[in-house]
């Protein structure tokens, strides 16, 4: 390990969060079933959505956009960990860690802005019952979508222009895998600076997503009572749905960006759960809240069972 004065050139970082776990090899297949079945749960509701015509809707088509970023958040570092803690895996090469680091904050960003877009789905739905298809159609959801994968980029895009050019005095990660704050602590630079000025990006891009969430919902309690009963139970059943997914994400999100930049002190091994809560707990609840809510989607999970009892 060099000094702090003295810059190295990095080839690969060694992953040392891991270094103090007590029973890593159980740790590592909790881990790994929990990554299978996030992957799968996901895939077949995004089967669902392309296979069947009928769910070719605004609201389904964002649900498999959310499947689409829980698969791609949950991959952007489990499969490191996994390495790492099954097979003694404990290094990644400085290119394979910077796109670990893009992805896994630009899927961060994305699920925030995916939930974003369902509540303001859920808003115009109650709002505009009889113009709802016409307001939001499948053309205009997609753009809607596409455009916000590029803001994202765009956001995300400042993590790499700001890592690669600093200077490396250390090889070894402090964390459990390839994000920001691990890697601008492996820098001969004093890293609060930078943790500073990312902490304003990320409390505003929380605080506006969050704020946005709740204020459609406000609108939501106040223009549902303009529905029947029936049209009552039916947006209650599919906002609660959202509400849970919110719920997964931002509650640990918001005790890691915003608790913790405020004067509340985590031990190593409490952040390591906390991100690998953040990582793997909304993925995983996410496509199971919205098969087993959603009358649609439920349906045809039974349809399959069925066939399946029967054909035996």
């Not at 689409?68 to 895996?89: K, W």
């Not at 990006?201 to 969430?213: C, E």
């Amino acid at each position: 390990m060099s000094s702090q004065n003295s810059s190295i050139k990095v080839t690969e970082f060694i992953i040392g969060g891991f270094d103090t776990t007590e029973k890593p090899v159980v740790v590592g297949v909790v881990i790994l079933i929990t990554y299978v079945l996030v992957v799968l749960t996901n895939i077949v509701n995004i089967l669902f959505v392309i296979y069947d015509q009928r769910l070719h809707k605004p609201m389904y088509l964002l649900i498999c956009n959310l499947a689409v970023v829980d698969i791609l958040y949950t991959s952007s570092a489990t499969p490191t960990m996994i390495g790492v803690l099954l097979a003694g895996v404990n290094t990644i090469s400085y290119v394979p860690c910077i796109i670990q680091m893009f992805a896994f904050h630009l899927a961060g960003l994305m699920e925030m802005f995916a939930l974003s877009i369902m509540a303001f789905d859920r808003l115009v739905a109650i709002r505009y019952p009889f113009h709802y298809h016409s307001y939001l159609t499948n053309v205009r959801t997609l753009v809607l979508t596409f455009i916000l994968w590029l803001i994202a980029c765009g956001f995300v895009a400042i993590a790499p222009a700001t890592v690669i050019p600093l200077p490396h005095c250390y090889l070894k990660l402090k964390y459990t895998f390839c994000d920001y704050a691990a890697i601008i602590r492996t820098t001969c630079v004093d890293p609060n600076y930078y943790f500073n000025q990312t902490a304003i990006i990320s409390f505003t891009l929380l605080f506006f997503t969050f704020i946005f969430i709740c204020l459609s919902y406000l609108c939501m309690i106040f223009f549902v009572k303009l529905l029947s009963n029936d049209d009552k139970r039916k947006m209650g059943s599919t906002c609660l749905s959202h509400l849970i997914v919110v719920t997964c994400y931002y509650c640990p999100t918001f005790i890691l960006i915003v608790l913790t930049r405020i004067g509340v002190v985590l031990t190593l091994e409490e952040r390591h759960g906390l991100l690998i809560g953040v990582l793997l707990g909304p993925s995983l609840v996410n496509p199971f809240v919205y098969s087993l809510r959603t009358k649609e989607i439920k349906y045809k999970i039974f349809k399959i069972f069925k066939k399946v009892e029967s054909s035996q």
